[in-house]
């Protein structure tokens, strides 16, 4: 099985344009310390849903790549929050196999 990061350590192009969620591709698919995570990315703006376990409470991150700002459950973050959140989404791309995931893209993505 092939990881995310290993794709992206390949890879030759910068899409900086990219528009689209990553998501585990059933209900029972779990990171190797049991969390889950969904990761949107529509250009700069990116948006990780992340539960640490099972029946916890959601967290909801959005980060703004250009202004380098976070918001944590729609409240502004943290300097400690934004590498939360990087460390967060690395983790998710080094041990996640890209057979278990879907893409998910917008129509106007899909449709090109």
């Known amino acids: 099985m092939t990881k995310i990061v ?10 900086e344009n990219f528009i689209g969620t990553i998501a ?3 209900e029972e698919l779990t990171l190797p310390d049991g969390s889950k995570m969904a ?4 250009d ?6 992340y539960q ?10 959005e980060y703004d790549r ?3 700002k ?11 929050e934004i590498a939360q959140f990087k460390k967060l989404v690395g983790y998710m791309f080094t041990n996640t196999n890209v057979e278990d995931l879907v893409t998910l893209l917008p129509p106007q993505v ?3």
Not at 39 to 42: C, T
Not at 52 to 61: G, L, N, V
């Open 70 to 80: 976070v918001t944590v459950d729609k409240k502004p973050g943290t300097g400690e």
């Open 6 to 15: 290993s794709y992206i350590e390949n890879t030759t192009i910068k899409d």
């Open 52 to 61: 640490k376990e099972a029946k916890a409470a959601f967290r909801f991150f």
């Open 44 to 49: 700069g703006h990116w948006v990780l849903v």
């Open 66 to 68: 250009r202004e380098k």
């Open 110 to 112: 899909v449709d090109k």
């Open 24 to 26: 585990f591709r059933n």
């Open 39 to 42: 990761l949107g990315i529509d």
